[in-house]
């Protein structure tokens, strides 16, 4: 699917603006706004690209809504739990963040280093569906989960993965050992 010209030069432009802001930032939480205001761009981009059979209308959790957010959600949480392992691996607290502040419950660090890598696992989601990997047929819907990737959806999901995942591992790891250094060095 193409999106269209004027409204693809108009999203280029308000993304532009955004990245001269970030220069100018006067706080944490004005960079954050930045970051949700592309954010939602990519995301809206995001349903213009996907098939209408995932009825992806922008980012959701808790639970997912569509095929998706599923694959979001989930591709998210094997990276953070990656994340976590590599900066535990390189005596770095995952709980103390910079641009995440420590929350009970939450390794902030490791969603810092997360962030890193998001906009790769979106594009390999968008991927998997414009390949056909994962077709309608390999997500089900319930009740209390209005969907979820079934069983047979998994059975390609995960081996695909893994073969993206050494390539991303590599990269999380050079990171972790990289801050330790840094964090040695001061």
């Known amino acids: ?54 009825k992806f209308k922008g980012r959701n959790r808790r639970p997912p809504r569509d095929p998706i957010n599923v694959l979001l959600s989930l591709s998210y949480s094997l ?17 103390l963040g910079f641009y995440h502040e420590p929350v009970h419950g939450r390794y902030s660090l490791a969603c810092d280093l997360t962030e890193r890598i998001r906009t790769d696992i979106e594009k390999w989601v968008i991927q998997l569906i414009l390949e056909e990997h994962l077709r309608p047929p390999h997500f089900t819907s319930s009740e209390q989960y209005p969907c979820v990737l079934n069983k047979d959806g998994r059975a390609i999901f995960y081996p695909l993965w893994e073969r993206r ?15 330790a250094r840094t964090i040695d060095q001061s």
């Open 165 to 179: 995942f050494k390539v991303w591992k590599k990269y999380i790891r050079m990171n972790a050992q990289q801050w």
């Open 1 to 54: 699917m193409e999106i269209e010209q004027t409204n693809q030069d108009q999203l280029i432009e308000r993304l532009k603006t955004i990245i001269k802001m970030i220069n100018t930032c006067q706080s944490l939480e004005q960079l954050r706004g930045l970051e949700g205001a592309s954010a939602k761009i990519i995301f809206y981009t995001m349903s213009l690209l996907v098939p209408a059979w995932c």
């Open 79 to 95: 990276i953070y739990a990656e994340c976590t392992r590599a900066l535990t691996a390189h005596a770095i607290d995952p709980m």
